[in-house]
């Protein structure tokens, strides 16, 4: 059973979060960060078998920022 997973999540171009998990094929999409969280929640019950989700969610931010000189 694995301990916990980690998710990459970043502000979309067009507007809303996503949040892709890294070492699994976990990726899910939200209008809020809020919304974001739950669904992150959602996604990792939906992947894994009753039983056999990690016991922590790590939901790491990433925030870019374009700067012109």
């Known amino acids: 059973m694995m301990n916990e997973v980690i998710f990459l999540g970043e502000e979309a171009p ?4 996503f949040g892709r998990a890294l070492g699994e094929s976990i990726y899910t999409e939200a209008e809020t960060l809020e919304a974001l969280r739950e669904n992150v929640r959602d996604a ?5 078998e009753p ?3 990690p016991k922590i969610i790590r939901l790491h931010f990433v925030r870019e920022e374009v700067m012109k000189e």
Request: proline content about 0%.
């Open 44 to 48: 990792v019950r939906c992947h894994f």
């Open 14 to 17: 067009e507007g809303g979060y």
């Open 51 to 53: 039983g056999k989700e």
